[in-house]
């Protein structure tokens, strides 16, 4: 199974297709939840969330060590991480600097790209919309970006879903070579 990266805004059908991936696994599934309950509606969505997941299936609540909860993961079990934007802003909230969080990231992409029965990893695309009034969600909306780059940089497979419709990413460099992109001069920088 292949560790798969899934980028959407909200409600675009991420999360939908990361428990469909999960549901036809042929091996043992971990759900690793990163949200945390902090007022009423919130609450109300992870008790939805958790009622639309197997009795079967193995939860992780893990806000913030999300390296520890990948790792201590069993070794034959398929992953969901649901979802990554939810963990960088918890360790975000928690005072980390948007270097530490990516830093944070690029360990567990190679942590999940490792792993043999793979992974389904949920994240929102936020760089799309406007560009945001204030610093701190300009910075987190970078952060994010990064995050996501680093996920797909490891992960095997990654997509974009628009309106519960699927689109593949491909890396920069095959698209390049698929168009004919002149190679770099030797010495070039």
Do not use: Q, Y
Not at 146 to 157: K, Q
């Amino acid at each position: 199974m292949p560790f798969v990266l899934l980028l959407g805004g909200a409600r675009s059908g991420k999360s939908a297709l990361a428990l469909e991936m999960a549901r036809r696994a042929v091996s043992p599934v971990t759900f690793v939840a990163t949200a945390e309950s902090r007022d009423a509606e919130m609450a109300g969505r992870i008790a939805r969330h958790r009622a639309e997941r197997p009795a079967g299936w193995t939860t992780v609540e893990e806000p913030v060590d999300l390296l520890g909860a990948v790792t201590a993961g069993p070794a034959g079990a398929f992953l969901v991480v649901d979802c990554l934007t939810l963990w960088a802003a918890n360790l975000a909230g928690s005072g980390r600097s948007g270097a530490d969080i990516v830093g944070a990231a690029r360990d567990v992409a190679g942590a999940l790209a490792d792993r043999p029965a793979g992974a389904a990893v949920v994240s929102n695309e936020v760089g799309l919309g406007i560009v945001p009034a204030n610093a701190l969600a300009r910075g987190f909306r970078d952060t994010m970006g990064s995050v996501n780059a680093a996920f797909a940089a490891r992960a095997e497979r990654a997509a974009l879903l628009v309106a519960g419709r699927v689109h593949e990413l491909r890396p920069a460099a095959a698209f390049l070579e698929e168009i004919g992109w002149p190679a770099r001069p030797p010495g070039a920088s």
